[in-house]
């Protein structure tokens, strides 16, 4: 057989095939690339009367009702996980500040696996939480987890969509740009005084504001509050009375949009100056964190459809 008049036939089959072959990638990849970009899982969760979200969560073989909070970095869980063995120590310590300011610490632990619905999620940075009841297996998510992808929380339909891709708003109210890696805030003016308020969605509550920050003391000034209740509070310091001051004030501007007749309650417990869902709630809210150096990330707020 003569092999030196098949070798060109080969060969141009061979590069016939080829050339298909990227030909067809080239006609695929645009379509398979903008099917990726619509991969958004969809997690049903329920609320509390605050407005709070629970995303159904698992580890190992616990059912637990995970928390949606936009403030601590690390995933907080009851000392139930600690006892069943499920954190593995780090010999690292997380560093905070305490009510009057000193620092305070304590042990980071790996959590090997949680799932939220069908996500994934792998050797997540964890601290104990005292404050959660033992008797219920629970915990709330650190922004080193919800950093990882964006979501939309859907509250008209009670439901969270997860993507890798960022979300477009249908009816944007107000978009909240930050820097990435740092916790979303917002600026509020009240009696004339402009100050910074953390976004947390793990927080219940409306305007929480710390009675010891300048726009406080300048709410219990101008409106002449006297204290509506003291309790006895554990989240932020041991066995600490929180003196309560509450006002609904007349006009404010958050992130420069006016709101009027907005209940406020002032805490000398809390250390920083909250919105939590007491507010965002009454929004669908979508939560786009850029991986990118140079484009911040946004919390942006819809107008709901149904009231």
């Not at 309790?231 to 041991?238: A, C, F, L, M, Q």
């Not at 209940?263 to 991986?291: C, D, E, M, Q, R």
């Amino acid at each position: 057989m003569n092999t030196r008049n098949l070798l060109p036939g080969r060969t141009l089959t061979f590069l016939f095939a080829v050339s298909c072959i990227q030909l067809v990638c080239l006609i695929s990849t645009p379509a398979a690339q903008a099917q990726s970009k619509k991969e958004v899982t969809k997690i049903a969760f329920k609320k509390d009367k605050f407005n709070r979200i629970y995303l159904p969560a698992k580890v190992d073989k616990d059912t637990i009702a995970l928390l949606f909070g936009t403030y601590s970095k690390t995933l907080r869980l009851t000392p139930y996980f600690y006892e069943t063995r499920q954190l593995w120590p780090s010999w690292d310590r997380l560093m905070s500040t305490d009510k009057n300011g000193g620092p305070h610490s304590k042990s980071v632990f790996y959590l090997p696996k949680i799932e939220i619905g069908p996500l994934k999620f792998r050797n997540e940075e964890t601290v104990i939480n005292q404050a959660f009841p033992d008797s219920i297996a629970t915990g709330s998510t650190g922004t080193l987890m919800v950093y990882q992808y964006n979501w939309k929380i859907n509250n008209d339909r009670n439901e969270m969509l997860v993507s890798k891709t960022p979300f477009s708003p249908e009816q944007a109210y107000t978009t909240i740009s930050y820097k990435k890696n740092t916790l979303p805030t917002a600026v509020v003016n009240i009696s004339k005084v402009n100050s910074e308020f953390i976004l947390d969605l793990g927080s219940g509550a409306g305007f929480l504001v710390s009675s010891t920050t300048a726009i406080g003391r300048a709410i219990i000034d101008d409106y002449r509050l006297s204290p509506s209740r003291t309790v006895t509070s554990n989240i932020h310091s041991n066995k600490l009375v929180d003196t309560i001051y509450e006002a609904v004030i007349p006009s404010m501007t958050f992130n420069g949009m006016t709101l009027k007749n907005q209940k406020v309650v002032i805490s000398s417990a809390v250390p920083h100056n909250i919105i939590g869902t007491g507010f965002l709630g009454n929004y669908n809210v979508i939560l786009n964190n850029s991986k990118k150096r140079k484009v911040q990330s946004a919390i942006i707020l819809e107008k709901r459809l149904m009231e």
